[in-house]
C-alpha cells in the first residue's frame, strides 16, 4: 500500500487511503456529532485508527445545482485538505455544503475551508494540551 509513507510531511498526495469511501465512514463520522461550522460548510469529524487524517465530502444537488460547480467545490477543498494535512491530527472529517453557493465565490470557498481546517487543527491541539475535553467546537 502507498499510504506506508503517511508520516513523510513532504508527500502532499491524495490518494485513496487519505479519502472517505464507504457509506458506512460516512455514518460513523455524522453519528459522533462533533462539528465545527462555518458560513457555507460544516466539517464533521472523528477520531480514526489510523496515522493520518481522511476527506470525505457531502455536496447536496439542492445546494449546488450544477454539476461543474459541485465539481469545483471538490476540487477546491480536496486542494485545501491536500495541503493542510501534514498539520491535521487522525481524524476521519466529511465537509458538507450547509447552504447554496455560486461560481462567483470561489476564493471564499477555499478561504472558509481553509478556515475550518485551522479550526479543526487548533480544537485537537487545544484537547491534547488539556489531556481531556469535548471535541465540538461550534
Do not use: M, Y
Not at 464507504?22 to 453519528?31: D, L, N, T
Amino acid at each position: 500500500k502507498r499510504c506506508g509513507l503517511v508520516a513523510d510531511p513532504g508527500r502532499f498526495g491524495f490518494g485513496r487511503c487519505f479519502r472517505l469511501l464507504r457509506p458506512q465512514e460516512f455514518s460513523a463520522v455524522f453519528h459522533a456529532r462533533q462539528v465545527v461550522r462555518g458560513e457555507r460548510f460544516a466539517l464533521h469529524f472523528r477520531e480514526n485508527a489510523l496515522k493520518h487524517p481522511r476527506l470525505g465530502l457531502v455536496l447536496p444537488k439542492k445546494q449546488a445545482r450544477s454539476a461543474v460547480l459541485r465539481n469545483a467545490i471538490k476540487r477546491q477543498a480536496r486542494e485545501a485538505f491536500r495541503l493542510k494535512r501534514p498539520g491535521l491530527p487522525a481524524l476521519d472529517i466529511v465537509l458538507r455544503l450547509l447552504r447554496p453557493v455560486a461560481a462567483i465565490e470561489k476564493s471564499d470557498w477555499r478561504t472558509e475551508i481553509e478556515s475550518l481546517l485551522d479550526r479543526l487543527a487548533k480544537t485537537d491541539a487545544k484537547r491534547q494540551a488539556e489531556g481531556v475535553g469535548e471535541r465540538s467546537l461550534q
